[in-house]
């Protein structure tokens, strides 16, 4: 059974960082793409950067690109969201979300099936 545990989030001011960690269970995890989205209130969820299978390739939104860097450890089956210089336009709930099929890199939500429940980001002063 896959599932997917986000956890980090937390209130944070302008300028400051957070890490976000997704724990895998249930599945290999080097096997699988990984995708960070978000949802801010009032607004669609939004692809923030991904990981693809295997090869480790990394994507990111134009919008976080340059702040925010995504990194996998295999052995201990977890995912990584490091955030820096964040923006109170950063303020949303985070999500991880997995899948085996997904070819190279994607921030298309439709495109992963597994998601975790979210934890919440809020960046103000």
């Known amino acids: 059974q896959v599932q997917l545990v986000e956890s980090g989030g937390g209130l944070v001011q302008p300028g400051g960082s957070l890490r976000l960690s997704c724990e895998a269970s249930g599945f290999t995890l080097d096997d699988y793409a990984i995708g960070w989205f978000r949802r801010a209130p009032g607004k669609e969820r939004e692809g923030v950067s991904c990981?693809?299978?295997?090869?480790?390739?990394?994507y990111y939104a134009d919008s976080v690109k340059g702040r925010f860097t995504i990194s996998r450890d295999n052995a201990k089956n977890m995912v990584y969201l490091q955030m820096n210089s964040l923006k109170p336009e950063d303020t949303a709930v985070y999500f991880c979300?997995?899948?085996?099929?997904?070819?190279?890199?994607?921030?298309?939500?439709?495109?992963?099936?597994?998601w975790g429940q979210g934890t919440q980001v809020t960046v103000s002063s």
């Open positions: 990981i693809s299978r295997y090869h480790g390739n990394t």
């Open positions: 979300a997995a899948d085996d099929e997904v070819a190279g890199l994607t921030l298309a939500r439709d495109e992963y099936d597994y």
